[in-house]
Each structure stands twice: as structure tokens, then as C-alpha cells.
């Protein structure tokens, strides 16, 4: 018996038999509400669990995509989501995107070329139970990535959006970081090159595939 039931319990022994029921009905309620709510996590995690991320494919699609139109594909693919086709802004032009998401759980995106609407630009995951094939996800640590990938992770740092990419030579999977930064006034952003030391607590934000 848990320690949630011995004070109920105890105060019942002065109750009417009828509290008494009416107290157990809301607690077998309120029971059968948890294990609802945990199936349905369940079910989402296992529906995720199956996506995996490589160098060549996602989910059983070549990466990058053929010179077509993928809507249906991408949702034949990932039977069971949401995939959508919208249109992205950014500083430069528009350029068309899929979504794939979960209720309102965004899972991952596919970002077109802007000037070459066929050719896939970039591939961001960012759900954390997607995982590439190196066995890293969104939320792990600059040091996992460190310990799970070979080669020599090399750092670049987008000034102008603050963004900050680790990839690896021969690579198509590279991975966008974050965390806290302290830098003098003086700094020259324009020029920025951040060391390792610098990020070493930080980690992933999103699992990019983009090809190299």
C-alpha cells in the first residue's frame, strides 16, 4: 500500500460507509486518469522511437531527395504523422519547407532551396528521440558528441544569427549548439572563432543533415 493511501485510509475508519465509497471511486478515478495519460506518452515515445537519422536516408527516404515533388512520399513515409507542405521566411527569399510533426510535437523539417525549389537545403531535426546513427539527439551534451563521433569536431559560428555549428569532415550530419557565452565588450563578432573550452557545456539544439 502506498504512503498516497494511509492517510485516507486511517480518516475513513470514523466515516459513513457511503464517504467511504465515494472517496475510493475518486481514487480509482484519479488512477486509471494516470495510467491513461501514461499509455498515451507511451504510444507517442514508440512512434518516435522508430525514426532514425543516417547519412544517406531518413525513415526510408534517400537523402537528398530526388528532383521532385515529395509531399506525398514524405507522407507515406511517415504514415502516422502530420506532413505538411508551407513556405519559410528567412533574411533572404522564401523557400518552401515540409513538416512533419506529432498532434503539435514538431519532429522535423525539411528546408528547400529558395532559388532551386526541388533541392533539398537542409534536414533539422528537433525532436530528442529522433536519433542520427552516431546515437546523438537533440538535448545531448557537447561531450557526447565527442565521445560517440570519430574525426576532429570542427567549430563555425554565424555572426550575424548567433548560430553555432559542430561537423565533421566527410560528413552530411553536423550539429547546431547553444548555451551560455561570456565575452568581452571589445569582441569582434564579425570574426568570432570560439574554442573548445568555450563550449564544452553546451549542447545540442538541433541534428542537421545537409550535404557536403
Known amino acids: 500500500m502506498t504512503n498516497r493511501l494511509i492517510a485516507p485510509l486511517f480518516v475513513l475508519l470514523t466515516w459513513a460507509c457511503g464517504q467511504r465509497s465515494e472517496v475510493q471511486t475518486q481514487d480509482a478515478t484519479d488512477t486509471i486518469s ?3 495519460l501514461h499509455n498515451a506518452a507511451s504510444t507517442v515515445q514508440s ?9 544517406d536516408r531518413i525513415n526510408g527516404i534517400r537523402l537528398p531527395f530526388e528532383r521532385k515533388e515529395m509531399l506525398v512520399e514524405l507522407q507515406e513515409k511517415f504514415g502516422g504523422y502530420t506532413v505538411a507542405k508551407a513556405i519559410g ?11 512533419v510533426m506529432d498532434n503539435d510535437i514538431s519532429l522535423a523539417s525539411f528546408a528547400m532551396d529558395a532559388s532551386d525549389t526541388l533541392k533539398l537545403e537542409r534536414l533539422y531535426v528537433e525532436h530528442p528521440a529522433i536519433k542520427d546513427e552516431y546515437g546523438i539527439t537533440v538535448g545531448d551534451a557537447y561531450a557526447k558528441i565527442k565521445d560517440l563521433r570519430n574525426g576532429v569536431a570542427k567549430i563555425s559560428t554565424d555572426p550575424h544569427h548567433q548560430h553555432t555549428v559542430l ?10 549548439i547553444s548555451g551560455e557565452l561570456s565575452l568581452p565588450d571589445t569582441v569582434d563578432l564579425e570574426n568570432i572563432q570560439l574554442a ?13 543533415w545537409r550535404k557536403r
Open 47 to 55: 512512434h518516435i522511437d522508430t525514426i532514425m537519422l543516417y547519412e
Open 89 to 99: 521566411q528567412q533574411d533572404g527569399p522564401d523557400y518552401p519547407y515540409y513538416s
Open 167 to 176: 561537423y565533421f569532415d566527410g560528413s552530411n550530419i553536423m550539429y547546431e
Open 196 to 208: 573548445e573550452d568555450q563550449i564544452k557545456d553546451w549542447t545540442v539544439d538541433y541534428v542537421i
Open 34 to 36: 494516470e495510467q491513461t
